[in-house]
């Protein structure tokens, strides 16, 4: 939704009972962070902490003469108070120093940002001064250091009052855009009258040589730094998961009417909510809930107050179980998973069970004793693809894909229509799916399920043995499925060309078409498949797999009981290489016919910053990457790993680095909504004269094309992940995979280990810690242990009760007993 004015007024957006529209420091509705600040000219006015957002002509008129900058705004989830914007000109990003500079936008935010001036640009820290430390998170600091003056911040203590000096640097590793910053935070903490009061100063670690400067400092040592100006749209859904508890000052008239709300996530700001919308009893008895997971949402948040203010929109029950989890994230990310309204439901046909209309055998290729199969997961329940393979006399292949017709069940403009535009696709997750419609439609009305006529969408290619496109037809159809597949059957089908398969290795097969055919159509499909895939390598296609776990989960209680790598075999090839060639073959259909209302998906070219620094990085490792196109880079990833365990982990480790720079969606075509507006856009055009030369082929076979394995709607499976180690006890080497668990881990902590001393550098772009082991006995040396990019070592992975936490203890390099103490924590990313 396009924000015209982004200073939203509580009254728009619903404001929580009991708190009132006036933020400020006098009347029932002032906050605790709103008193007034004691200085002459801010008697009987509000303090304000953010500015106020530009017009939208003022912006509009800065975009256009380029003193304004548009882009998508990141926040570092670890370092909340960096944030960037792509620069416009693919160099390094921009940077947003602070809470205050993003002036109250959320990550994802599509955000317009004005430059500072040079000498508030940041500066880029040298390799000298690195440093290691913790980051100090938003929610981590009371809401009383947000309302003390600047001029009790860092004053000291009586001397009958202790001092307590904390401090927390913050993590000086390399940032979201591969630069470096070292802002640090000093906590003074001073007991008076038996309570704390903490004084944070933050100041600005910069290395520019010979002068502070920055105009001083040549370009390359800069970053260009900017705040947000407005916020052209709100992508964030508001919404976030975490904690309460009552207000710290019990004599504040706000401690009867609101509580905090701290998010999980540090990038979004701590809420006053009303307490009405708590438990009644949370003010006496706070600790019952001090482990209660709750969702709240932002209504308003004003420029006089570091807070926002929300409501409470639902309790999900203890945090670090599965389920509560799980909802929390659908809420963050605006996931609608409720139920269909009965106004959804009524669109659907109410006789059961259906049948098809005598009326659409007239209008449709009647394929029902063609021999069509479905390949799925062995889980799958909506099955919205087929596959038919016949040989011809010439020795060619009639090939058809068959996707499930659901523009026939789905009225243009109906309920059930805006439903499934605003759910966009299915959401996967590892437990069950959030399907974008209705179940009885998914998994019944146009499910291909076998031995049942169903109505679907299919493209039927005369293909040669090397795929080959010799004739093309599109149109509507009735197709019977002789059975339902999994991808294990089919690549069982493909390991064992000879075998003879009987019925109990299979599942039920319809009786006219025999197992032997179905046989030979996967292997002929696997030939042609295995040809495409071939060629659109040659023509520069790019893929970049990642890692992907697969968990088993206790039938009845759904916790996980054991997890392993996904593989990607030659069945999952064959289904992709086909739904590939559907898909460009529609796109081009769609061309032909409506060429002005065509639309082509690209992906835009590499950050080129990203990229540099990454092939700077493996010059440095000796690593010969050809980085000059997609299919040089996919050659170069393909030829120059082994298949030993340990050549693999490296190529997973530098395909995930290789991922960095790609601004890429996801390759498959299934995208459930697009898919059924092509499906309705592709209709009239079926009596277009059939294709019978070979075209061009643009599209996602050119050079270019960048696929990545995974679903953008397949959240990390990170909560069952620890469930699993939870489940499981303590896990040793082995390791696990390097690539989706990594994820979920920090910077290492060299302090919590038996060490007599370590030392980190960088060389170049490569950096290189040293540890130094103490003697396990006094007749045995100190053990060196050097890790750098690719280093491998030893791992026992235990997860924490009560939090989404790994502890992860590093072994000793020798493979003796990890001592007790040597721990590092994570915490998962969602």
Known sequence: MSHLDCRTHPKQLGTPKGVSHALGCSGTGSMPGDRKMPSKHSQGKKRSVFESYMSKESVSAGLKRGTLIQGVLRINPKKYHEAFIPSPDGTRDIFINGVVARNRALNGDVVVVELLPKDRWKVIKTDDSDKGGDTVPESDVTEELLRTPPQQLGRRCTADSPDVILEAQLNDSETEDGQEHGPSVLAEVTQEKGEYQIAVVCHLVTHCPKSQDTRLCPDNLLQRSAKVVYILEKKHSRAATGFIKPLADKNSELFRKCALFSPSDHRVPRVYVPLADCPADLVSRPNDYAQALFVCRIVAWEEHSHFAVGHLAKSLGQAGEIEPETEGILMEYGVDFSDFSPEVLECLP????????????????????????????????????????????????????????????????????????????????????????????????????????????????????????????????????????????????????????????????????????????????????????????????????????????????????????????????????????????????????????????????????????????????????????????????????????????????????????????????????????????????EDCAPRREKAPRAGLGQPGEVGRGGSTTEPPPFLHFHGGVLASGPKGPPPPPAGPIAEGFAASRPQALPLQNHHFKKVGKKPELTLIWEPESPQQKAVPQVITIFSLVEVVLEAEDDTLKYVATLKRPEGTQAPEDGEEEANPSP
């Open 350 to 685: 109410q006789a059961l069970p259906w049948t098809i209309p005598p009326a659409e055998f007239s209008k449709r290729r009647d394929l029902r004793k063609d021999c069509v199969f479905t390949i799925d997961p062995a889980t799958a329940r909506d099955l919205d693809d087929a596959l038919s393979c016949r040989p011809l006399p010439d020795g060619n292949f009639e090939v058809g894909v068959h996707i499930a017709d659901v523009s026939y069940f789905v009225p243009e403009g109906s309920a059930l229509d805006k439903v499934a535009s605003e759910r966009a696709t299915s959401v996967y997750l590892v437990q069950k799916v959030v399907p974008m419609l209705p179940r009885l439609l998914c998994e019944e009305l146009c499910s291909l399920n076998p031995m049942t006529d169903k109505l679907t969408f299919s493209v039927v290619w005369k293909l040669s043995p090397e795929g080959k496109i010799l004739d093309e037809w599109f149109g509507r159809t009735i197709i019977c499925s002789c059975t339902k597949l999994s991808y294990d059957h089919a690549q069982s089908m493909i390991e064992h060309p000879d075998k003879k398969f009987h019925e109990d290795e299979l599942p039920p097969v319809s009786t006219d078409h025999p197992i032997e055919q179905i046989h030979q159509a996967i292997l002929n499909l696997h030939g042609i498949a295995t040809h495409l895939r071939r060629q659109r390598f040659v023509d520069g296609a790019l893929r970049l797999d990642q890692l992907k776990l697969a968990f088993t989960l206790d039938q009845d209680s759904g916790m996980p009981q054991g997890c392993h790598i996904y593989e990607y075999k030659d069945s999952n090839k064959l289904v992709e290489e086909f739904m590939l060639l559907a898909n460009m073959a529609v796109a081009h259909q769609i061309y032909r016919a409506f060429p002005e209302r065509a639309l082509l998906r690209r992906h835009p070219p590499p950050q080129s910053k990203l990229l540099s620094d990454l092939e700077e990085l493996c010059d440095q490792l000796g690593l010969a990457i050809d980085f000059s196109s997609a299919g040089a880079l996919h050659k170069s990833l393909t030829e120059m790993f082994g298949d030993d365990m340990y050549s693999l982990a490296w190529k997973e480790v530098l395909t995930n680095m290789c991922s960095r720079p790609m601004q890429v969606r996801e390759a498959t075509p299934r995208r459930p909504h697009p898919v059924l507006s092509s499906g309705l856009l592709l209709l009239p055009s």
